[in-house]
Nanobody, 122 residues
Framework: HVQLVESGGGSVQPGGSLNLSCTAS?????MGWFRQPPGKEREGVAA???????KYANSVKGRFTISQDSAKNTLYLQMNNLRVEDTAMYYC????????????????????WGQGTQVTVS
């Protein structure tokens, strides 16, 4: 049973930065960050697999960076140049897999989810 715990959310002004963390257990995997803005559907932000393959949503390319520390079983999302429209509850998710497939940013791909951490940009 995989458990995920997110941290690092908060409130910042536009243009600011935040670094989200998610601790997990597992060996080979595809992990992703998702977000759900108020009143909107959940959307994929970024995904990374245990070999370092990475995918980003177009809306965050060049501003967000997903990374991992395998020794610490920790996933990160460095968010720079934050915009008001980045305001959302952010979740990490995981599926045990050899790599992230093309649909890794679809919410229904992942099997386990964290409780979420709120990011507010205003």
């Amino acid at each position: 049973h995989v458990q995920l715990v997110e941290s690092g959310g908060g409130s910042v002004q536009p243009g600011g930065s935040l670094n989200l963390s998610c601790t997990a257990s597992g060996t080979t995997y595809c992990m992703g960050w998702f977000r759900q803005p108020p009143g909107k559907e959940r959307e994929g932000v970024a995904a990374i697999d245990s070999d370092g393959g990475i995918k980003y949503a177009n809306s965050v390319k060049g501003r967000f960076t997903i990374s991992q520390d395998s020794a610490k079983n920790t996933l990160y999302l460095q968010m720079n140049n934050l915009r008001v429209e980045d305001t959302a509850m952010y979740y990490c998710a995981i599926r045990i897999a050899a790599s992230c497939p093309s649909d890794a940013l679809r919410g229904d791909y992942h099997a386990a989810w964290g409780q979420g951490t709120q990011v507010t940009v205003s």
